[in-house]
């Protein structure tokens, strides 16, 4: 199976490709729209700023492959945010793969916020064998609102979503690759569905 | 529900981790790699590693042990120690670190928290403040506890939130290698004055003392080092204790 990271200068890749590598599966980190399109999955990690990692995938083109792909594609952190219409981040058009907007954190909170939520009304395959209130690892100062494609939730102030799925197209927000055995389950499961 | 996170921390001096009390008479506690490794496995919710390496082959040797980190475990890690320029960071969190952690040269240099936070977001900026008591305040100090600065504490820290911090590490050099307790009282200020994430760092001996800085103040992680790698708190004991005493932890 050809697996392809999405590397686009925004956020740590490495990881991800690392992460894979723990489950025996080799990722590719590229920006090549070529391998990007004729890889099986596809990962589109992210952190970092909305304005500034959308205007990295414009320069190289990515902006208008990535929701044209047919293949699986699994968004992370800022990669699921920049999946929806808009972010108020740097008040930033995104790929409107999602009809939503990205918002921020009220400020009563503490802002980013940074450790391990929970996750729960947990649907779709990727949670297979994951339990309700499964904690997973975040890092974020904005949000995807719940939304008819919300697939899990987290509360933070208010509920969120903490993943989104829409046809091939599904969005994290958690960091799998460093939501500890988890997480690999939840990587795993991307990869086997 | 948030949990409270529980960071062992490592020194790395020659690629191997050491640990100072009140941050001298280092004692080698290990490879670093597998005390990560052995760390993550037993629920640790985030590493630290400080590089307290002063040459620079060093500091190379440091970037590639974060890659070699990065390939062995599956939680988050900040590295810091040193960090003085984008290129330092860039390489780190290229190596696979999450965040990296600055002190010394932030108080230098403070449009450097501002670059940080522009060129990789706050996410990632972790600003380390040593402070100590004196003269009836509290007081900034520099090069591991041993400069005193006039800077003070809370004037700081809201500086850094300001700059693009996302995260405070705060160490009481008070309290720091007593093993007698956070500094709690100082904690739960610091939470009021910033409203970033707080690291609680200094002083942990025993298990109460977990408790009594979640308890106190709106700290939202605890670091430890030595308890932790002489194995005089179990890091499970430690979590299984918190979560039954209605912290929110991750077990």
Redesign the interface.
Known sequence: MKIAIIDYGAG?T??VK??L??LGCNGVLTSEKEVISSADKIIFPG???ASSAMNKLKSKGLDLLIPELKQPVLGICLGMQLMCSFSDEGKTDCLKIFDCNVKRFN?S??????????VFDLRANLFHSIIENE?M?L???YYVPIIIDTIAKS??GINYSSAIKKNNFTGVQF?P?????K??VILKNFINN | ?????IIPCLDIKDSRTVKGVNFVDLVDAGDPVELARYY?ENGA??LVFLDITATKEGRRAFAKLA?DI??NI???FTVGGGIKTIEDVDIL??????KVSINSYAVKNPNFINELAMN?????VVVAIDAKYVDNDWFVFLVGGRVKTNIKLFEWAKEVEERGA??ILFTSMDHDGTKNGFACHVLEKLSKVV???IIASGGAGKIEHFYDVFKSG?I??ALAASVFHFNEIGLNNLKIELKNNNIPI?L
């Open positions: 740590n490495q990881s690392y992460a590598k723990r952190v970092g700023h400020n909170l503490k802002v980013p916020q940074i450790g391990w939520n929970t904690y690892y890092v974020h100062s509360n933070y960091h690759e460093k939501s500890g055995s997480g690999e | 529900m948030l949990a409270k996170r993550s919710d985030e890659d990065s390939r599956n939680i988050p969190l290229k190596s696979g670190a999450d990789f977001g706050s996410q990632c996302g995260e409203n970033i994430p709106n939202d992680a991750r």
